[in-house]
């Protein structure tokens, strides 16, 4: 019985295994029809300063609305245009789209703030990346400072020594650069320096545990700690109650962003928040 019972546990698995491995083809195929058919938008999600309360930034996350399959996740998604290269394109389309909306947002009076967005590690690898994001920002009449660039550990490790001289180029054509989920990947302090970077998002795992839980108050300690005497921004994310907001303010960290505060929103309500910020400071 014990024996049966195995084994039907792990046809099972394998089906599972094997479904996934489909859908996983399937999704890499229809990715480059999606981009022709227009099925991405934007979200953004406001980073709001913690001593103000004011937004300072919004970062762009894509999502793509799938005719059949609905909303699908970019934790899904992104891997697969990065295993297919896809996400160059996609990447592209993103950038220049974030870029448009801050035009927009000035155009329509919105208070003025920067917008972040994701570059995957295959991006950052591509030789021409930071003149073709300089020539986007240049198109859509945006300065550079105001689009900061958020990169992951992991996409600096993968090569570091040519990563390195990819995020000189980007700093060279004024785009800041935030290091993503910090705290998660397997970088060395010394690469903090080295990379010149401007802005550190700490990874919401350990934001979670606020304000109770001590390893967590350990670490998010030494990170804005650190970041100070190195003299970078510092960015909490995942931020889901007032409680761990408040402890955070107080520990130094100079923006929060979390569900707390907004979850990623169309382009029309970021708009909304960004003129109601405006009256506020008006008035
Ligand atoms: P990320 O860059 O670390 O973005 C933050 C993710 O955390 C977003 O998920 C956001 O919706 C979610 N989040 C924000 N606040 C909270 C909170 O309080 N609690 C919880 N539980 N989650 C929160 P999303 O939009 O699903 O994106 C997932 C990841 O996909 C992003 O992580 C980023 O790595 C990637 N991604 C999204 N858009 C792009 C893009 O345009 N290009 C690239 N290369 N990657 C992207
Ligand atoms: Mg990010
Ligand atoms: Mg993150
Ligand atoms: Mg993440």
Redesign the pocket.
Known sequence: RVKRGGRGGLERFSREINEQAVRRLRLATELRLALRDQQFCL?F?PAIDARTGSICAF????RWNHPVDGMI???EF?PIAEETGV?NEL?DW?FREAAAALGRWDAAGGARVGVS????AR?LLQPDIAMRLAESARAAGIAPRRLTL?I?ETALMRDPEFAASQVRRLKRRGFPIAL??FGTGYSSLSYLKHFRIDQL?ID?SFVRGLPGDRDDIAITRTIVAMARHLGLAIVA????TAAQAAYLRELGCEML????FS??LPEAAALACLREDALALAG
């Open positions: 979200h999600q970062e762009a996350l894509v996740s970019p934790a992104i996400i990447g993103v967005v994701n570059l995957s991006q958020e992951t993503d989920d998002k919401r994310e995942g931020v889901e962003q979390g569900f707390h979850r990623p």
